[in-house]
């Protein structure tokens, strides 16, 4: 067994808010002074950004096992890992180039996309070979913490240099070019945090308390595979954002509103906390704050949580649930795509690509559906419903829009000066808690495009009927990651 030294800052930061909330043992890593890297040529770029993408799923991420994993089991995830960052690093690399130079020339722009060369020349070395022994994967876990505290401010920074740029380039460029790469972005973090978590979450490096078996059975008994939580509880997220939200509207108004759940409070699901904290607090933000505003405190917020079927085909026959404002219909929502996933590319591509692209994926589709997980897939429905007035008519095409584009010079020079975690993505808002980060997207319009990717990234989605002069409801489809058996429990 290798002896372990204190977990270097970076990783610290990176996974510390997740991780005290996980009851298993923290796995050290030794400290290195600097990572190896391998210069980034024009060649390797293009040779990676050639590799076709293809879409991730919540069963890609729980193949390796259970917690604690064995050595053999790491060294899979690690490898697994690595198979698919570089490529993805390098399609987002092709997709900055191909803004307009002017708009990459901007220093937040330029910054960004010296970033992803960065995370690029840290994974090259490690991409010549096989991870074969526990002080290679130690080192690579290292890697993968560089990578994700590297990026955990892109969407802060990508916002101020798109506001300095926008006469340069037309907001429907920008929103095409953010969704896009943001939802990539969701991807590429998940993948680098997955394996980190496994890491610490496992024994073979591991220095474990006085009773090493004692501390295995504390780590078997937890619910988690890495990131992902098996039995997660919707109704817990949904009280702690409440109490979140609730704060905020105390501050700001001196009064919050209620909140009742109803219809199947107690059910549990696998999937990932962290992208639900975030899409939930962005819902009950907007539910909160239309209610305040409207002066109907007094009237609950109601938020039902409805087990889907376990058959995807029924939630594609016309079932209850509205088709997503933001799908083109069930055949979207019951599927994982590359579009939903930033892997298209549309944004780095002309219109003519973009129709012959179209012609191939509707050949695949023909042959071949892209199921989420598995046939069989458990997962939740979520409405919430407010007495908030409505969306009013002329703004309700424009929910799903990146509406920063409409600020003023003014505008321009307060972004990033703030510290609202609730602004931020749900990635750094677990990463770096209250005042670190010390950037926001508070009032940006980032929050309900943004909750749509995190909803549509693994085959669910977002609805939104609103009955103008009375409420809201929003209903939000989380698929699961189905039964995850005793068959995926790691070795000892």
């Known amino acids: 067994m290798l002896r372990g030294r204190p977990w270097p800052a970076a990783a610290r930061e990176a996974c510390g808010g997740r991780i005290r909330r996980i009851a298993y043992p923290i796995a050290p890593l030794p400290v290195r002074r600097h990572l190896q890297t391998k210069t980034v040529t024009d060649d390797d770029i293009a040779r990676l950004a050639a590799t076709p993408l293809h879409p991730l799923t919540l069963a890609d991420l729980v193949k390796h096992g259970r917690p604690p994993l064995s050595a053999r089991q790491l060294f899979d995830s690690a490898n697994f890992t690595l198979s698919i960052l570089p490529s993805r690093l390098a399609h987002r ?59 955990s401010n892109t969407i802060s920074i990508l916002a101020r240099g798109f506001l300095e740029g926008r006469r340069y380039i037309s907001p429907q460029e920008v929103t095409r070019f953010l969704d896009e790469h943001l939802r990539a972005r969701i991807g590429t973090r998940l993948i680098a945090e997955q394996h980190i978590t496994l890491h610490m979450s496992s024994q073979p490096h591991n220095e474990l308390s006085d009773d090493p078996e004692t501390s295995a059975k504390r780590v078997a008994r937890s619910s988690y595979i890495g990131v992902i939580d098996t039995e997660l509880r919707p109704a817990d997220v949904i009280r702690r954002c409440e109490g979140m939200v609730g704060e905020i509207c105390e501050f700001k108004y001196g009064v919050r509103p209620r909140l009742i759940i109803n219809g199947e409070p107690n059910y549990k699901f696998a999937h990932i906390p962290m992208h639900l904290e975030y899409i939930i607090t962005e819902l009950l933000k907007n539910a909160f704050r239309a209610t305040l505003e409207r002066g109907m405190e007094r009237e609950p917020i109601e938020v039902t949580i409805a087990p889907l079927p376990e058959d995807p085909e029924l939630e594609t026959s016309g079932g209850s649930t509205p088709v997503s404002n933001s799908s083109s219909g069930s055949e979207r929502r019951s599927s994982i795509t590359n579009e939903a996933q930033g892997n298209a590319n549309r944004a780095s591509k002309t219109d003519a690509m973009l129709e012959k692209e179209q012609q191939s994926s509707a050949i695949r589709a023909a042959t071949a559906q892209i199921r989420p997980l598995k046939e069989r897939t458990p997962g939740v429905t979520i409405r919430i419903r407010d007495r908030g007035g409505g969306i009013p008519p002329n703004n309700y095409s424009r929910i799903w829009e990146y509406s920063f584009t409409t600020f003023n010079d003014d505008d321009v020079r307060t972004i990033g000066q703030g510290s609202d975690m609730h602004g931020m993505d749900a990635l750094s808002v677990i990463s770096a808690g209250a005042g670190e980060n010390g950037s926001s997207l508070a009032g940006l319009g980032y929050g309900l495009p943004l909750g749509r990717a995190y909803a549509e990234y693994f085959g669910g989605g977002i609805a939104v009927q609103s009955l103008w002069g009375w409420g809201t409801d929003v209903y939000l489809s989380l698929r699961g990651v189905g039964n995850v058996g005793q068959s995926q429990r790691g070795g000892r």
């Open 93 to 151: 690399i092709q997709s900055l180039r191909n803004l307009p130079y002017i708009v990459v020339s901007n220093p937040h722009i330029s910054q960004i996309h010296s970033n992803y060369v960065h995370s690029l020349s840290t994974l090259l070395p490690w991409a010549e070979k096989r991870i074969e022994t526990l002080e290679d994967e130690i080192h690579f876990t290292e890697a993968m913490a560089d990578l994700v505290q590297t990026h």
